[in-house]
């Protein structure tokens, strides 16, 4: 069975706007995210083999685009606050550079995981309240915990080549090849580097 790309919008459109929405909580950018996402799901359609698979797919394009959109923003709003190390006395702060770009990257990671890590990580709870709120046994969120982390580390790592101290601290970094996402960041909350170490 071969799809086309009007059936899949007849279909799926309101999906991957749930979706987009949900990742950017703002209409009008939605909105003009599913144009984006619809156009790379016409160029892309021909590679889906199996039809009962296509929305993975979907959300793999609409996924990437919303990266992509904050990778964007990161550009344009560039905003470097260094700050003095207490070690080296040196005024560049690699943890608050890189902290500040994954905080974009983890609005990218698929709800479930994106949710235990923002509750643990950014909001501080304790691991128990985690899995209380999301209704999973404490080894259930520890293991969504864990696999967030890994997935942004993955994703710094695919980036940067990040240098560590012993505490786990970023001490230098630079970007692979045209890879230059890690060192534009924009203002955003702070996520802890030392975490994605190991």
């Given at each position: 069975m071969n799809l086309s790309t009007e059936q899949v919008w007849k279909d799926f459109r309101s999906q991957v706007r749930r979706f987009l929405l949900h990742r950017v909580r703002d209409e009008a950018l939605a909105d003009d995210l599913l144009q984006e996402t619809f156009i790379r799901i016409h160029r892309g359609l021909g590679s889906v083999r199996d039809p009962s698979r296509i929305m993975p797919w979907l959300s793999s394009v609409a996924r990437n685009v919303v990266t992509d959109h904050y990778r964007r923003e990161s550009l344009n709003n560039k905003i470097l606050r260094p700050i003095p190390s207490k070690e080296t006395g040196s005024t560049h702060n690699y943890n608050q550079e890189l902290g500040q770009w994954l905080s974009v990257v983890v609005r990218t990671l698929p709800d479930k995981y994106r949710r235990a890590f923002e509750l643990a990580e950014i909001e501080g709870r304790k691991q128990r309240d985690v899995a209380a709120e999301l209704g999973l046994s404490l080894s259930g969120a520890k293991s969504r915990i864990q696999r967030a982390r890994a997935m942004l580390r993955k994703s710094l790592l695919d980036c940067c080549e990040v240098e560590f101290d012993r505490r786990g601290n970023a001490v230098?970094?630079?970007?692979?090849?045209?890879?230059?996402?890690?060192?534009?960041?924009?203002?955003?909350?702070l996520l802890p580097v030392s975490q994605l170490k190991h």
């Open positions: 230098n970094y630079r970007a692979h090849g045209e890879c230059d996402d890690c060192s534009t960041v924009p203002a955003e909350s």
